[in-house]
């Protein structure tokens, strides 16, 4: 009975460090694919900038200053 209760126990934990990990691997995996959508970003818009083709939209950044401004 108390070998049945530890083998129990010893499951659980070894089954919550599994699942654990696969948390830990998923948000890795989810940060390393937004790292690599922003570079996308960063070099699509630096080509744009070299092609004189990149354009600002001025009601959008404007929204978006006054509300750090205002720490929104």
Do not use: C, F, P
């Not at 659980?12 to 696969?22: G, P």
């Not at 830990?24 to 970003?41: C, G």
């Amino acid at each position: 009975m108390v070998r049945n209760t530890l083998e129990r126990s010893l499951g659980s934990v070894y089954s919550q460090k599994i699942e654990k990990n696969q948390r830990e691997r998923v948000q890795v995996e989810t940060k390393k694919a937004e790292e690599t959508q922003s570079l996308d970003r960063v070099a699509q818009i630096k080509e744009q900038v070299q092609n004189g083709t990149y354009q600002l939209d001025m009601k959008k950044t404007s929204e978006k200053m006054v509300l750090h401004l205002l720490n929104l």
